[in-house]
């Protein structure tokens, strides 16, 4: 098995339940976790049987500066989409999504949601 992980991105993006969360914006950052349906890349050396990381890292910049979300599950959520369409020969994404301010009273380093999205069985 073959797994890719890339950790701690860190986009600017307009996403919360609140109005103002959506109107002035924050830094989120992002963890991602592919994992290949077999060895292939393991033995090939070839990008095309693996993850061209710079891809990943695109994806995720697009879709967290360019999309609003009120929930970091949606946002995450989509991003996983997104990687599997553009990687089938990958089985699982894992996206996980930190906001480090949140409307909470305390004191806490950040908010975090995990999504898994599996490829779609033929």
């Not at 830094?27 to 592919?34: A, G, I, P």
């Not at 089938?88 to 906001?99: F, M, N």
């Amino acid at each position: 098995m073959v797994k890719v992980r890339i950790h701690n991105m860190m986009f600017y993006g307009f996403h919360g339940y609140y109005e103002y969360e959506r109107e002035q914006g924050q830094k989120f950052f992002f963890d991602v976790e592919m994992i290949m349906k077999d060895d292939k890349a393991a033995n090939s050396d070839s990008l095309n049987d693996g993850v061209d990381t710079a891809r990943v890292y695109d994806i995720v910049k697009e879709v967290t500066e360019n999309k609003r979300f009120q929930l970091m599950a949606a946002l995450a959520g989509h991003i996983g989409d997104k990687l599997l369409a553009k990687f089938p020969h990958v089985d699982e994404a894992i996206v996980k999504v930190r906001k480090p301010s949140v409307p909470i009273a305390g004191p806490i380093d950040y908010v975090e949601v995990e999504v898994t999205r599996y490829q779609k069985k033929d």
